[in-house]
């Protein structure tokens, strides 16, 4: 079983920046990719962002290009996600979720295997 625990949201000005980390704790050596999702009152849960664990590869929602970074520390088991620039439409509950295999273009949630409880990311016009 592996538990995933997010940290860092909060309220931001748009413009502002926040940095989400989702520290994996259990058996994590099995978890290929590692991806956030958010999900706006209302609407259905989207990707952001995946990262291959094996190789740092990543991968990212059109709304979110040149804005968001996603990145890994494997010596804390820990991934993050750096927002830059943030809009009112990035307001959301962001959710850091885990899979066996490998990271792709798919962003079905029925393939991640593990799932945070959610940080919220409030951004203000």
């Known amino acids: 079983q592996v538990q995933l625990v997010e940290s860092g949201g909060g309220s931001v000005q748009a413009g502002g920046s926040l940095r989400l980390s989702c520290a994996a704790f259990?058996?994590?050596?099995?978890?290929?990719?590692m991806a956030w999702f958010r999900q706006a009152p209302g609407k259905e849960r989207e990707g952001v962002a995946t990262?291959?664990?094996?190789?740092?590869?990543?991968y990212y929602a059109d709304s979110v290009k040149g804005r968001f970074t996603i990145s890994q520390d494997n010596a804390k088991n820990t991934v993050y996600l750096q927002m830059n620039s943030l809009k009112p439409e990035d307001t959301a509950m962001y959710y850091c979720?885990?899979?066996?295999?490998?990271?792709?273009?798919?962003?079905?949630?029925?393939?991640?295997?593990?799932w945070g409880q959610g940080t919220q990311v409030t951004v203000s016009s």
């Open positions: 979720a885990a899979k066996f295999f490998a990271c792709g273009p798919s962003w079905q949630l029925a393939d991640y295997n593990y």
């Open positions: 990262i291959y664990t094996g190789g740092g590869s990543t």
């Open positions: 259990g058996y994590t050596y099995n978890t290929n990719c």
